[in-house]
């Protein structure tokens, strides 16, 4: 079982909608969440931290709920551009390293 | 803002030869990650340095070794390459008590 789990998607949602992603992790001690993006064959782009206050950055608002062991991204407004997969990390057990999910596909159409 | 550089950016390689990956994280970061990823994969972590000392090991094949030198740049070398081995290669890097990674633009190794 992976550490760290997310529905793959595809999510197909028209420009404008609201989408919300979950990941779930298996390490309770974990001490470090993060959302990246990644396009095509292109490096993973830190999106946000993940805090236990939540966090909000313009249309982005990312959750972490420590008692069942989830962080979600949730994204208002969805823009073309947010096309992309949509890389959920946590902190490795033996340190800093990260645990990626598998990524979850979304595609915002016209 | 200075980004993490990694060189080569495209890396094409015969089975059983070496290759070496080379990474320069932003000014003033202490500590540098390497990251496989296969096609369709998750990024796997492979190895980590904190200080030139190496800080954690993932799943890195015993024929890979890494190392971070005094300027905090590292090398990724890799020895009898195998067909398996063809994927991006991530080197990411991060601050003292900052834990937040930024990841280079990856070097992509076919192996042939």
């Known amino acids: 079982r992976k550490e760290v789990e997310q529905d793959p998607g595809p999510f197909n949602v028209p420009e404008g909608a609201t989408v919300a992603f979950n990941c779930t992790y298996s390490n309770s001690a974990s001490q470090s969440f993060f959302w990246y993006r990644q396009d095509c064959r292109k490096e993973p782009k830190l999106l946000m931290s993940?805090?236990?206050s939540g966090n909000e950055d313009g249309r982005f608002t990312a959750q972490l709920n420590r008692a069942s062991q989830y962080i979600s991204l949730l994204i208002r407004d969805s823009k073309l551009s947010d096309s992309a997969t949509y890389l959920c990390?946590?902190?490795?057990?033996?340190?800093?390293?990260?645990?990626f999910g598998k990524g979850t596909s979304l595609l915002v159409t016209p | 803002a200075a980004g993490v550089i990694q060189s080569p950016r495209h890396l094409i390689k015969e089975k059983r030869e070496t290759a070496t990956l080379k990474c320069y994280p932003i000014p003033r970061h202490d500590t540098v990650y390497w990251y496989q990823q296969g096609p369709g994969q998750d990024p796997q972590f492979l190895i980590s340095?904190?200080?030139?000392?190496?800080?954690d090991k993932g799943s890195i094949p015993d024929r890979f070794s890494a190392q971070q030198f005094s300027d905090y740049h590292s090398e990724l070398n890799m020895s009898s390459l195998e067909l398996g081995d063809s994927a991006l290669y991530f080197c990411?890097?991060?601050?003292?008590?900052?834990?937040?990674?930024?990841f280079g633009p990856g070097t992509r190794l076919t192996v042939t």
């Open positions: 990411a890097s991060s601050g003292d008590r900052d834990y937040e990674q930024y």
């Open positions: 993940v805090y236990s």
């Open positions: 990390a946590v902190n490795r057990r033996s340190g800093y390293a990260l645990n």
């Open positions: 340095f904190y200080e030139k000392m190496q800080s």
